[in-house]
């Protein structure tokens, strides 16, 4: 079911590449290359747009769709560790008041009496 899936989410993104190429925009964009001039003189100019448009919002709701219902229910799901801050195992106490560190008295050159 998975693989299925994956084949019509890969069929659906194609699609939707070459309904979004398609659509004319301002500078003309890719739509002449692929003939989208000649899908306008079929249709209309205006019945064209609609159905570019109406095309591009069905592929990519499916496209939405096979990708939320193949990651709920088809992924297998990975134990993820357990937070430190969520962890029970350890309890150690962290001092409230900060505690200096052991000092040690700076030793002293020894004189020597007779110097």
Do not use: Y
Request: charged share 10%; aromatic share 6%.
């Amino acid at each position: 079911m998975f693989s299925f899936l994956m084949g019509v989410q890969i069929v659906v993104s194609i699609l939707l590449i070459v309904v979004v190429l398609m659509q004319a925009s301002k500078g003309g964009g890719l739509a002449g290359t692929f003939g989208g001039g000649a899908v306008g003189t079929v249709f209309g100019v205006r019945r064209t747009a609609d159905f570019l448009i109406r095309g591009t919002q069905v592929l990519a709701g499916i496209f939405l769709v096979l990708s939320l219902i193949i990651n709920i229910f088809f992924l297998p799901r990975a134990e993820l560790p357990e937070s430190v801050i969520q962890g029970t195992g350890s309890t150690q106490q962290v001092p409230t008041t900060p505690q200096l560190p052991p000092t040690q008295a700076p030793s002293l050159p020894q004189q020597t009496p007779g110097k």
